[in-house]
């Protein structure tokens, strides 16, 4: 069984940074794709970045030059980096591995 825990969320005024992480652990021995999305309220999730095993990158053009996502193999963590945070980043954000397993989420929330 896999497990993802998300890490870092919380409140931030709006300009400021947050450093997602999220750990996988259980069975798993091989990881291609890690990623992230964000959920709103009554919205669909909407796709965030990727990373893959390659070492390629992907991100939404919603959040390119303000979200980096990296990866630790040996440590099975994904993180994304916030900046410049702002009220419309108000969500709450998943991780996923190979878009197969999932974790429950980190809220973030952007105000004054």
């Known amino acids: 069984q896999v497990q993802l825990v998300e890490s870092g969320g919380g409140w931030v005024q709006p300009g400021q940074s947050l450093t997602l992480s999220c750990e996988a652990s259980?069975?798993?021995?091989?990881?291609?794709?890690m990623g992230w999305y964000r959920q709103y309220p009554v919205k669909p999730r909407e796709f965030l970045a990727t990373?893959?095993?390659?070492?390629?990158?992907i991100y939404a053009d919603s959040i390119k030059g303000r979200f980096t996502i990296s990866r630790d193999d040996v440590k099975k963590i994904v993180y994304l980096q916030l900046k410049y945070l702002q009220p419309d980043d108000t969500a709450v954000y998943l991780c996923?591995?190979?878009?197969?397993?999932w974790g429950q989420g980190t809220q973030v929330t952007v105000s004054s």
């Open positions: 996923h591995v190979d878009y197969t397993y």
């Open positions: 259980g069975s798993i021995f091989s990881i291609i794709t």
């Open positions: 990373t893959a095993s390659n070492g390629n990158r």
